[in-house]
């Protein structure tokens, strides 16, 4: 079992930015691809960023490119998210999730966090 908790939510005005955090832990928590996902209210869940084990691979979907970069640390067993020029269309609850394979679907993760709120003000 995985235990993930995400940090960093809150509001922000248009163009500000936010650093998300997911800490994880419990058994082999470090042997997992680890990645962000987020869903506004009344759409779909939707792949954000996710990174491999190893740091190499680094995906990241095409409406935050630019903006949003993940990175992590498996010292500490943490996944960050820096969004820089938020748009209120990335208000949304945004989820860290851990899976055994590099996936940019959610069906690929199997453990998830609680999620946390980003809204951003136009």
């Known amino acids: 079992q995985v235990l993930l908790v995400e940090s960093g939510g809150g509001l922000v005005q248009n163009g500000g930015s936010l650093r998300l955090s997911c800490a994880a832990s419990g058994r082999a928590s470090s042997s997992y691809v680890m990645g962000w996902f987020r869903q506004a209210p009344g759409k779909e869940r939707e792949f954000v960023a996710t990174?491999?084990?190893?740091?190499?691979?680094?995906s990241i979907a095409d409406s935050v490119k630019g903006r949003f970069t993940i990175s992590r640390d498996n010292a500490k067993n943490t996944v960050d998210l820096q969004m820089d020029s938020l748009k209120p269309e990335d208000t949304a609850v945004y989820y860290c999730?851990?899976?055994?394979?590099?996936?940019?679907?959610?069906?690929?993760?199997?453990?998830w966090g609680q999620g946390t709120q980003v809204t951003v003000s136009s």
């Open positions: 990174k491999s084990l190893s740091g190499v691979s680094t």
């Open positions: 999730a851990a899976g055994l394979y590099y996936s940019l679907r959610s069906e690929g993760y199997q453990y």
